[in-house]
């Protein structure tokens, strides 16, 4: 049996665990949030509902998709637990330090990774596998000094369904050894527009480096 980590139950993850749920009844998938059910979540994420307000977010999803709640916050003292038995990694986390753990996390074990974002109208998402397609890393070298989260800034409900959509589509992908890697998908909801970009991977980059080390030791 394969298994899906998923780091974040939020605009994001409740589509994405939705989908894969229904498209591949037969996945183990590990949903990851700290975080409650607060009313401010219930327009965009679409698995709770006001009688779930207090409760933790993973195991609510959870419960809805079929799958198995980690109350806990991703960070490198829970990364080896959280990620020991993932096939593929999908982060839909939506602040910069947690992404770029979840990338480097992802390529020292050779994990494959989906990345998933969506802030106001714009959505991306970038399927990272590791020693062989550019990273988070290879496109922005470092978390920025501040940048607005989802609470702060907003976004667009339906972006968030198209995005976590996309990110179950391109997780599913990877385990069927079919994925379209290296490619920063971007969506413009102010337009209706989406741009396929290539992505170089940076000869530079730390991260993967460190996936190289790992396939040079596998």
Known sequence: MKTAVLLGAGG?????????????????????????????????????GEAD??????????????GEARVARFDAATADELLADADVLLDGTDDFPTRFLA????LRRGIPLVH?????????????????????????EGPPDHAPTCAEAGVLAALCGLVGAAMARAALAVLRRDPEAGVLHRWDARTGTHRPLPLERDPACAACAAAASYEARS
Do not use: M
């Open 12 to 48: 994001l993850g409740c589509p994405a665990a939705l989908a894969l749920a229904e498209s591949q009844p037969d996945l183990r998938l590990i949903i990851v949030d700290p975080d409650r059910v607060d009313r401010s979540n219930l327009a965009r994420q679409i698995l709770y």
């Open 53 to 66: 307000l207090g409760a933790h977010k993973a195991e609510v999803a959870a419960r809805r998709t079929g």
């Open 103 to 106: 990338n480097d996390e992802a």
């Open 116 to 140: 998933g974002a969506a802030l106001g109208w714009t959505g991306q998402l970038l399927t990272v596998l590791p020693g062989r397609t550019a990273c988070l890393r290879c496109l922005f």
